[in-house]
């Protein structure tokens, strides 16, 4: 570190990376008297590692080390080493962009390749680049399973440390192939109650999420309570402080614990007295769909890198051993690392950021660049949202957005919510979608959460909990509010403002009722969303849905959070969301051309207005793309004109074989869809039914777009007909390639070779018929068939057809 402005350190868990790193560098030189932080990407793990930290030097959380989280802070005038979590770094480097009086940022736990990581590392970086000429940043990027090459190289070629660290030996045991689907729990209950006979010490569980955390805490309750020796702690982000505490903390003096944990276990953390880690090989993790604009849980096989830091879990303190819930072969098979969470988050939140630090991705140094398609939605979205001016650029409300610590759609809610004097309700509505739901399976209406808040219903433990945070982030956003308000609305009790404050943060979630009384509804983003089961909001035509979720692969998104929304206020408080326009449509049913003018949010229609007076370009547009969707059989196809296509289209595909090139033009059906602007349009003027479209001349306008002289090309090359000995004049069929002549046998004789086209370029295809009319011979090279297989021919017929066997005579 003395020489480099950044290094990479890897080690396994349990070297001393998070506690012991830090304070060994407190008092370098080179520090110069400096401050670190250190980036933590969980509040549980950041915590533990300050009070561990403290503890070490004999002090206090807030004095040498503190630790800033979300609703949480204990820092003091003398702290210099600082744990934060991953958003409060990110929003003091933008306030900061030089991190004055910091000399060394720490980034823990950098394998979890979290959104806000990546953006504070490509923050710190560009900062270092403008800001700190005369005393670099320095950055320490640690782990115990990441891509130190690829690392080092982004860092400009920092070293890699690696270190043994002190690791106690962890035996593996594997389990059987996991089946895709099956249940995980009855597997874990069965793999607990072993190790429970079979080994000593503590055990830590890993659950892809809290419902199969439940689970197994029932089962397992269930299973051992007659044990008394045995204490069951769940560990994972939604507990209270206590409560993690307690599955952190050694077990009492004569009993075992057995924790129950989501990944946020694989962190630094040191759960004392554990030496068997069981591991269920699964984690719940969230993925942005940019189809639907959503995000959703998914639960997915970990890496090869997970399972490494989960079993080291169990030789922290002592020899451990680690039941693995698959096979060792799937563990081959097993991804090396996990996806960085920037191919597969929401990005709305990033490029607010990087708009406030005023740069595109492409100016920035990242591991890997955030996906292009993704991001662009993302600025969509602000846009959306009034955050961004028309050139791109941050606007006024856009930096006001980017300085409150949450999600843009929140942020958005916060101040519109303060501007049309709503603040307080604005705040509750806020930190209540900021946390898992409270009233799990009381109906989809978040008005009754909010009478939860306000203590006009009971509500269980659990739910008590979940109210006080949400009720402490409330008072944290009401800080964040200032400025008058400006927009004052007459009757703020009136409970119809939540669904406003909701249609503002989730414009593209408004949903409009399919039929009176029913359970489907239409989203402004176009997608579809149902109740699943009865609900009480059924009743209204219009909701804004909060929180919504499927399964990949399914249509319709299940709602499972929303209130109901007055359309009324499209016409006031939310009219920046209602668009004007003037759609041209085919009426199926009257088969005519209907234009209107509709008032719209997203893709669904407020209002409708007769149109009188057509616009020609708009109706010219709506014919195109009536015949678009219809497809070309729209138009009056004859089984000529196919073949007139199919016989451009064959010396057009000689030419390019040949050449490369060709003067052919293409008239394949993808491409005269492409391209109807070019060739129909100008023969629409006086379509305005559906059976008009059969009433035009479509041969004279194809075959009009054919420049000459390449028509009579066309018949001298790709003839439609071939005469035969016998004087016929037989048809071409060039609906296969080569084309086909289907003759009969005897009114080839006299004739030696194959008949070409195409210049001589292709034989034909002969399709050589029985007087019948049935195929007796299919060739493309005549000479050989009169050598060979017309003698057995010959034999076949003779019998059948006598007077065919003298012609055959006659011809031989």
Known sequence: MADHESVVLQAPPGAGKTTRVPLALLNEAWLGGQSILMLQPRRVAARAAAERMASELGEKVGETVGYRIRLESRVGPNTRIEVVTEGILSR?????????????????EFHLRSLDSDLALALCLNGRE???????LKLLVMSATLEGARLSNLLGDAPVVTSEGRMFPVDT?????????????????????DAVHDQQGSILIFLPGQAEIRRVHQDLSDKLAERDDLLLCALHGELDLN?????IEPAPPGQRKIVLATNIAETSLTIEGVRVVIDSGLERVPRFDPVSGMTRLATQRISQASAAQRAGRAGRLEPGICYRLWSQTQHEQMAAYGAPEIHQADLAALALQLARWGVTPDQLRWLDMPPAAPFTQARDLLGRLGALEADGRLSSHGQAMAEVPAHPRIAHLLLRGHALGLGP?????????????????????LHSRLAMLEGSQRMSRHAQGAAQRIKQLARQYRSYQRGSVTEAVADPEHPRWLGCLLALAYPDRVAQQRRAGGGEYRLANGRAAIFTEPDALMKHSWLVVAELG??????????????????????????????VVDELDWDDRAGALVAERQRKVGELVLSREPLKELDADARSRALLGLVRKKGLELLPWTSELRQWQARVALLRELDMAQQGQSKWPCFRDDTLLATLEEWLLPYLNN????????????GSILRGALPWPLPQELDELAPTHIKVPSGSSIKLDYSESPPVLAVRLQEMFGLADTPRIAGGKLPIKLHLLSPARRPVQVTQDLANFWRSTYLEVKKDLKGRYPKLSRNMRAAA
């Not at 409560?243 to 599955?247: E, F, H, K, S, T």
């Not at 309700?425 to 989809?444: K, N």
């Not at 499972?560 to 408080?573: C, G, I, K, Q, W």
């Open 92 to 108: 003091r480097l933008q306030d900061d962009p030089s991190l004055e009086g910091v000399g060394l940022v720490i980034f823990d």
């Open 130 to 136: 403008l800001f700190r000429d005369d005393q670099p």
């Open 173 to 193: 045991v594997w389990g059987q192939p996991y089946q895709t689907g099956e249940y995980i729990e009855p597997k874990v209950v069965r793999a607990c109650l």
């Open 243 to 247: 409560a993690q505490r307690a599955a």
């Open 425 to 445: 309700l604005a705040c509750d509505v806020a930190a209540l979608l900021g946390e898992r739901d409270v009233l799990p399976g009381g109906g989809a209406d």
């Open 550 to 579: 499927s399964r990949q692969g399914q249509r319709e998104e299940r709602i499972y959070l929303a209130t109901d929304l007055d359309p009324s206020l499209f016409e006031n408080v939310l009219a920046e969301q209602v668009t």
């Open 687 to 698: 379509v305005s039914r559906l059976s008009h479209f059969s009433l035009l001349d479509l």
